[in-house]
Every structure is written in C-alpha cells, then in structure tokens.
C-alpha cells in the first residue's frame, strides 16, 4: 500500500462547480499536510498548508482527518485557470511523502 | 519569495555518460532534495541532505550519487546514465524546523538514448 494515496482521476467538472479531493495517508506519525498545484511540465507549487483546524485560503478549504487518516481539498467556484494536478502530501521529520496527484480539468 | 534554481531545464545524454545535474537555493534552507517524476508514480525521492556533507539515500538511490559542498548547492550524479533513467528530476528545499514544505525548482527533463 503506497503511503499517501489520491484517486488520480480525471475530475471533469464545469465553471462554477464546487469538487472535492481526498487524500488518505497511512503513516499516523505524520504531522504536516500540504497541497501543492502541478501545471503540464511545471513544477509543484505550494498551494496550501492544511492545519488540524481546517484552514480556508479564497475558493479554496483544506481539512485534516487524523481519525480516519485523510486530508481533503475543497474548491469553490471551478475556474478554467483551476484546471492542473493537484498533489497532497504529509510528512514528520525532515521529509514529505507525495501522492501521484489528482487531475482537475474545468471546462466551460 | 524562496527561489530554486537548477541548471538544465532539458538535458539529452547517451547511454554511458556520467550526467551532473546542478540545484542551487537561495533561502538559506538547510534541508535539499532530489526526487523523479514519471507518469502514474509520482514524485519518488532519489537522495535528501539535511546539511553540508550529509546525504541520505531516498526511496530509489540505485544508480544516483549526490554531492553537497555548500549549504546552497546539491548536486545529483548519473555515474553511467540508462535509458531507465529518462524522466524529469525536481530539485527541493525546505527548512529544518517548524513546517515542513517543500519548494521545487523548475525541474529538468532528462532523455538518455
């Protein structure tokens, strides 16, 4: 079983639509959450922290679930400029673990 | 804003060829990372340092040296590239202490023939 799992996808969804990911992880000592946003032959960037509190950033909500071991991703209001892959990952100590990634395609 | 920086963004080699591959930070972090991307598996860590002079072997080291001389610069080797090591290397940092994120540099598409 790989450490941090994502449903590779694609999600196809229109403007507007609200989608959600999750992402579950199997190591429970893992203390830091992230998301990171992948365009087509770029590299990963930060999108966001995600804070045992949940934590909001505009059209976008991150949630941990330390019970059952998954942290999800919320955005609001798809635009067209949403669409990339998006890569949960957690970690402890100095290193992360990275799932494949999620695939977000926002059509008009 | 954390910038990394490598020193390829498109490499092609052949088979044999012993392949360097540069990453410079300049944020002072003192962890580096050097992982592998290819279709349906992800990023996998290749080699991490959490210091000058320090390394340690990642997920899929076989095949892969590094070198960390200066706090800013890690250094990957391909000491005999093959054609199984076509993919694109990313480059990270990321401090040693409190949140752990991880900035990518752009990342360098290698292609051994």
């Known amino acids: 079983r790989k450490e941090v799992e994502q449903d590779p996808g694609p999600f196809n969804v229109p403007e507007g639509a609200t989608v959600a990911f999750n992402c579950t992880y199997s190591?429970?000592?893992?203390?830091?959450f992230f998301w990171y946003r992948q365009d087509c032959r770029k590299e990963p960037k930060l999108l966001m922290s995600?804070?045992?509190s949940g934590n909001e950033d505009g059209r976008f909500t991150a949630q941990l679930n330390r019970a059952s071991q998954y942290i999800s991703l919320l955005i609001r209001d798809s635009k067209l400029s949403d669409s990339a892959t998006y890569l949960c990952?957690?970690?402890?100590?100095?290193?992360?673990?990275f799932g494949a990634g999620t695939i977000l395609r926002v059509k008009s | 804003d954390v910038k990394v920086t490598q020193s390829s963004r498109y490499l092609v080699k052949r088979t044999g060829e012993k392949v360097f591959l540069e990453c410079v930070q300049d944020m002072d972090h003192e962890n580096m990372f050097w992982y592998r991307q290819d279709p349906g598996l992800g990023l996998r860590l290749i080699y991490f340092?959490?210091?000058?002079?320090?390394?340690e072997k990642g997920d899929i080291p076989e095949g892969y040296s590094v070198s960390r001389e200066k706090k800013e610069r890690f250094s990957l080797i391909l000491e005999s590239a093959s054609t199984n090591q076509t993919s694109m290397y990313l480059c990270?940092?990321?401090?040693?202490?409190?949140?752990?994120?991880?900035?990518f540099g752009p990342g360098t598409r290698l292609t051994v023939l």
């Open positions: 340092s959490y210091d000058v002079k320090m390394k």
């Open positions: 990952a957690g970690g402890y100590g100095n290193k992360l673990v």
């Open positions: 990270a940092s990321s401090r040693t202490s409190g949140r752990l994120e991880q900035f």
């Open positions: 190591n429970s000592a893992s203390q830091s």
């Open positions: 995600v804070y045992s």
